[in-house]
């Protein structure tokens, strides 16, 4: 190897490896690291069974048909989160726990930079964006987008919207050209 291309591949090394490593950091931030599976930050306390106020915008008749077919397909608990009644649209969305996380059907499919870090969890592509009282997760390899919200109080959050993708793997086909880190 010349001088020049030893070079440029400890230049790209260098670059590389802090990058993966602050990736793989927000992952396993976002994943929940060990012990996540173990539920939420607190220990489960009594929980509401109000309704949970969702909103329900019209769907056409195709995405209609498939959210109604993934409700039908939701477990009655989320781990030991029972499911709520919703507001609105209860054949487009779920809601499970207090604080609620919540299962949307049917909504705006989300813009997604190419360069974006999106999480294949059990067979769904989901891409996640951290608010200040939530993180939402949403299907990015659907023909039909789905939206996961989990409140910040739950850690290992990933490991919740796992809880959902054999659910949204059955019901919602997949569409032919799914962004790049959806597909191995």
């Known amino acids: 190897m010349d001088p020049a291309t030893r070079s440029a591949a400890r230049l790209a090394a260098a ?18 690291g060990p012990g996540a599976h173990r539920g939420a930050s607190a220990s489960p306390a009594p929980q509401s069974s109000a309704p949970v106020a ?5 769907l056409a008749e195709h995405p209609a048909t498939v959210c109604r077919a993934l409700l039908s397909r939701l477990p009655a608990a989320l781990r030991d989160r029972p499911r709520r009644p919703v507001t609105t649209g209860p054949e487009q969305n779920a809601a499970y726990g207090d604080p609620a996380i919540t299962l949307a059907c049917g909504g705006p499919r989300p813009s997604v ?42 850690s290992g959050q990933g490991q919740w919207v796992i809880e959902f993708s054999p659910a949204v793997g059955t019901a919602v086909s997949g569409i032919a050209d799914p962004p790049t880190g959806c597909t191995g």
């Open 54 to 58: 969702m909103a329900a915008p019209p």
């Open 113 to 154: 930079d190419p360069a974006a870090f999106v999480y294949p969890l059990s067979g769904v592509c989901w891409y996640a964006v951290t608010g200040p009282a939530a993180t939402t997760w949403t299907t990015v390899d659907r023909e039909v987008p789905v939206t996961v919200t989990v409140p910040n109080g739950y």
């Open 15 to 32: 670059v590389a490896l802090p990058a993966a490593l602050v990736a793989g950091l927000v992952a396993y931030r976002l994943l929940g």
